[in-house]
């Protein structure tokens, strides 16, 4: 007995409770890639992700699968997205092998006005409510993507949403514990009858059924985008919000439209990362990246104190940059080539000190100024990368007509600050967090991914660009390393930075390394959930098969055939 017991230890002793990375030498919990020929999927949900497979064995493309997969997203994870909210989208079309970007994200309502905060005494805009509301740019995404790439039938594509809406499924343990952060969203009219079923947030393993949102679907898929945005469904939300005393009207709706636009990028070192232009916060992406190519990043090595360091100042950097420029281009003529520019990003890396955390820094002075994400792929080479939101978690709470989805509060991210690019207007796209990104070789498709989390998202996108190109780490690795998150920059809604902001660091960098920053200036905690989500598609050209990464601190799944 004595001898099988110390069998047992000397095995225990010898496997690590966490996977050590190869490259790093770190350990921190991870799993293999998924790899396969004909299609990949990867989202933060399962039954997501099987929609999406299903419908790629069907006959369907990559667009196909990701309007279904996000359709069935809306359903089963409420607390981040639904047809109430906005989209954005980079397709990678194989046939004329280009990138597409697409900006599906509403504007306010023509009859809100910035006096009407000011006679209110509103000194930003509320979080929850009637005000933060501006038109759901998601169902219009899903037909620009669906007209100019789809395959199938729309209400092929529309079948799996409608099946789970109808028959229901069972909540998962994170959806239920955000779900029940958010029953105080019941003040509002519609909330509860919906999503609090015997007036409680269901639990995990319970069946959740949302008829009214099969409905919707169903109108959708037979009387196409028009429905929602000139018939029925459009005048359901109208009459709901006004009823409540609130601002959206039918003209907002019938004059709403999607945009496509040129992405833009930066070769980081060999790679061109590719991001969409603003009301987005991409471009923050790029900027950090151009200030960190002035650094042998390699040789610091993942973890380390001096990377850490450089990362936090390039991203306070950008983000200063972040809250003064970033807006509706329709309303400003903003510098985004100088922003991006290579010579820029070295004038502001000057600005670093490498021993010193800074308390502020200035925006550049420049010539004139919770979430899903998910990714898919097909047989033919076509990639999309998808992100799609409500803001906070299940949106403004205002949940009109029946029609089983909550209405968004984007609208809050605008500022009251008169003169502000982002200030409110009628008519206008407030300041978007939600950003897909996509990374090609050469003039070819490589990687399509993104990283869900409002402010995070930036900081994260860049976190995954060094984990593959300056640390080595593989497609699944890249999204397991430990995070970083730095908060307290200046905000597109006018709030500014004066103490240098807080470090969130996860689990898994070393205590020396905590300590060296420290020393550096830095404040430094410690949170649970402010690190994002990831998913990822990289295409391997030599063997033509596609390798699939998916979020571990969600209900991820990556699959493929």
Same mark, same amino acid.
């Given at each position: 007995?004595?001898?099988?017991?110390?069998? #047992?230890?000397?095995?225990?002793?010898?496997?690590? #409770?966490?996977?050590?990375?190869?490259?790093?030498?770190?350990?921190?919990?991870?799993?293999?890639?998924?790899?396969?020929?004909?299609?990949?999927?990867?989202?933060?949900?399962?039954?997501?992700?099987?929609?999406?497979?299903?419908?790629?064995?069907?006959?369907?493309?990559?667009?196909? !699968?990701?309007?279904?997969?996000?359709?069935? #997203?809306?359903?089963?994870?409420?607390?981040?997205?639904?047809?109430?909210?906005? #989209?954005?989208?980079?397709?990678?079309?194989?046939?004329?092998?280009?990138?597409?970007?697409?900006?599906?994200?509403?504007?306010?309502?023509?009859?809100?006005?910035?006096?009407?905060?000011?006679?209110?005494?509103?000194?930003?805009?509320?979080?929850?409510?009637?005000?933060?509301?501006?038109?759901?740019?998601?169902?219009?995404?899903?037909?620009?993507?669906?007209?100019?790439?789809?395959?199938?039938?729309?209400?092929?594509?529309?079948?799996?949403?409608?099946?789970?809406?109808?028959?229901?499924?069972?909540?998962?343990?994170?959806?239920?514990?955000?779900?029940?952060?958010?029953?105080?969203?019941?003040?509002?009219?519609?909330?509860?009858?919906?999503?609090?079923?015997?007036?409680?947030?269901?639990?995990?393993?319970?069946?959740?059924?949302?008829?009214?949102?099969?409905?919707?679907?169903?109108?959708?898929?037979?009387?196409?985008?028009?429905?929602?945005?000139?018939?029925?469904?459009?005048?359901?939300?109208?009459?709901?919000?006004?009823?409540?005393?609130?601002?959206?009207?039918?003209?907002?709706?019938?004059?709403?439209?999607?945009?496509?636009?040129?992405?833009?990028?930066?070769?980081?070192?060999?790679?061109?990362?590719?991001?969409?232009?603003?009301?987005?916060?991409?471009?923050?992406?790029?900027?950090?990246?151009?200030?960190?190519?002035?650094?042998?990043? !390699?040789?610091?090595?993942?973890?380390?104190?001096?990377?850490?360091?450089?990362?936090?100042?390039?991203?306070?950097?950008?983000?200063?940059?972040?809250?003064?420029?970033?807006?509706?281009?329709?309303?400003?003529?903003?510098?985004?080539?100088?922003?991006?520019?290579?010579?820029?990003?070295?004038?502001?890396?000057? /600005?670093?000190?490498?021993?010193?955390?800074?308390?502020?820094?200035?925006?550049?002075?420049?010539?004139?100024?919770?979430?899903?994400?998910?990714?898919?792929?097909?047989?033919?080479?076509?990639?999309?990368?998808?992100?799609?939101?409500?803001?906070?978690?299940?949106?403004?709470?205002?949940?009109?007509?029946?029609?089983?989805?909550? /209405?968004?509060?984007?609208?809050?991210?605008?500022?009251?600050?008169?003169?502000?690019?982002?200030?409110?207007?009628?008519?206008?796209?407030?300041?978007?967090?939600?950003?897909?990104?996509?990374?090609?070789?050469?003039?070819?498709?490589?990687?399509?991914?993104? /990283?869900?989390?409002?402010?995070?998202?930036?900081?994260?996108?860049?976190?995954?660009?060094?984990?593959?190109?300056?640390?080595?780490?593989? /497609?699944?690795?890249?999204?397991?390393?430990?995070?970083?998150?730095?908060?307290?920059?200046?905000?597109?809604?006018?709030?500014?930075?004066?103490?240098?902001?807080?470090?969130?660091?996860?689990?898994?960098?070393?205590?020396?390394?905590?300590?060296?920053?420290?020393?550096?200036?830095?404040?430094?905690?410690?949170?649970?959930?402010?690190?994002?989500?990831?998913?990822?598609?990289?295409?391997?050209?030599?063997?033509?098969?596609?390798?699939?990464?998916?979020?571990?601190?969600?209900?991820?799944?990556?699959?493929?055939?």
């Amino acid at each position: 007995m004595k001898k099988i017991a110390l069998s #047992l230890l000397s095995i225990l002793l010898a496997v690590p #409770l966490f996977a050590q990375d190869r490259i790093t030498g770190l350990t921190f919990a991870t799993r293999s890639e998924v790899i396969a020929q004909n299609g990949m999927a990867c989202t933060s949900q399962p039954l997501a992700t099987q929609a999406a497979i299903d419908i790629l064995k069907a006959g369907g493309n990559a667009i196909d !699968a990701a309007i279904a997969a996000n359709a069935v #997203l809306g359903l089963v994870e409420p607390t981040g997205n639904g047809m109430g909210g906005d #989209l954005f989208a980079i397709v990678w079309d194989a046939k004329t092998k280009k990138l597409y970007g697409l900006n599906a994200s509403g504007r306010s309502p023509y009859e809100l006005t910035l006096d009407y905060f000011k006679q209110n005494g509103y000194e930003k805009i509320p979080s929850y409510g009637l005000l933060p509301i501006s038109v759901p740019g998601c169902v219009d995404g899903w037909f620009e993507l669906h007209n100019k790439f789809g395959s199938l039938p729309m209400k092929e594509v529309l079948n799996p949403a409608i099946s789970y809406a109808e028959n229901g499924f069972p909540l998962t343990e994170l959806i239920a514990y955000y779900w029940e952060r958010s029953t105080f969203l019941s003040q509002y009219p519609g909330f509860e009858e919906i999503f609090m079923p015997d007036g409680k947030a269901p639990k995990k393993g319970e069946i959740f059924k949302n008829p009214y949102l099969a409905n919707t679907f169903k109108l959708i898929a037979e009387q196409g985008r028009d429905v929602f945005y000139k018939g029925e469904i459009a005048e359901k939300i109208v009459k709901y919000v006004r009823e409540q005393g609130g601002f959206l009207s039918m003209k907002d709706f019938e004059d709403h439209h999607s945009e496509w636009v040129e992405p833009i990028s930066t070769n980081y070192r060999g790679y061109d990362v590719w991001e969409l232009p603003p009301n987005g916060q991409g471009t923050a992406v790029l900027q950090m990246l151009n200030i960190l190519e002035n650094y042998d990043i !390699a040789s610091m090595g993942f973890g380390s104190p001096e990377y850490m360091h450089l990362f936090i100042e390039a991203k306070k950097l950008a983000y200063e940059d972040r809250a003064k420029y970033y807006s509706d281009m329709d309303f400003n003529n903003l510098p985004i080539e100088e922003l991006i520019s290579k010579a820029y990003g070295k004038e502001r890396a000057a /600005l670093i000190d490498e021993n010193r955390a800074a308390r502020s820094y200035p925006a550049g002075e420049l010539e004139q100024g919770n979430t899903i994400y998910l990714t898919t792929a097909d047989k033919d080479g076509n990639m999309v990368s998808l992100i799609q939101s409500n803001y906070r978690g299940m949106g403004s709470g205002m949940t009109p007509g029946k029609l089983g989805f909550i /209405l968004q509060d984007r609208g809050e991210l605008f500022s009251l600050e008169e003169g502000h690019m982002n200030v409110y207007e009628p008519h206008k796209r407030p300041f978007h967090t939600i950003i897909p990104a996509f990374i090609t070789k050469d003039g070819e498709p490589y990687i399509s991914f993104g /990283l869900m989390g409002g402010a995070m998202q930036p900081q994260g996108h860049v976190q995954i660009v060094c984990n593959l190109i300056d640390f080595g780490m593989n /497609l699944q690795e890249a999204g397991d390393a430990p995070r970083i998150s730095h908060d307290g920059s200046s905000q597109p809604t006018g709030e500014k930075m004066n103490d240098g902001g807080r470090v969130s660091l996860e689990s898994g960098f070393e205590y020396q390394t905590i300590r060296e920053l420290m020393s550096k200036g830095h404040r430094i905690g410690y949170a649970l959930g402010p690190y994002g989500g990831y998913q990822a598609i990289m295409w391997d050209k030599g063997n033509r098969v596609y390798y699939g990464a998916s979020e571990s601190r969600k209900d991820g799944q990556a699959a493929g055939f």
